[in-house]
């Protein structure tokens, strides 16, 4: 009989450390995200300031004058 209520203690003592493990990696999942989010960010700074420093066009205008190329390449070929 003792050692039943022994083996249920230490059961129980197992699924407390293991309930208290999925929230700590739950914390670190929501810190982990937070610092990908910011990394990115920066990342996209670090990537405008290149650009800048090195007088190219950055990402966004890239894709502004591919859209406008697009649109005039339309417009033409309906004159046609």
Request: charged share 35%; aromatic share 6%.
């Given at each position: 009989?003792?050692?039943?209520?022994?083996?249920?203690?230490?059961?129980s003592k197992?699924?407390?450390?293991?309930?208290?493990?999925?929230?700590?990696?739950?914390?670190?999942?929501?810190?982990?995200?937070?610092?990908?989010?910011?990394?990115?960010?920066?990342?996209?700074?670090?990537?405008?300031?290149?650009?800048?420093?090195?007088?190219?066009a950055?990402?966004?205008?890239?894709?502004?004058?591919?859209?406008?190329?697009?649109?005039?390449?339309?417009?033409?070929?309906?004159?046609?």
């Open positions: 009989m003792v050692s039943n209520v022994v083996s249920v203690d230490m059961h197992h699924l407390e450390e293991i309930r208290a493990l999925k929230r700590e990696n739950e914390d670190l999942k929501a810190i982990n995200k937070d610092l990908m989010k910011r990394l990115e960010d920066l990342h996209g700074e670090y990537q405008e300031l290149r650009y800048y420093i090195k007088g190219m950055s990402h966004g205008e890239v894709l502004a004058l591919r859209k406008k190329i697009l649109e005039l390449q339309n417009e033409l070929h309906f004159k046609r």
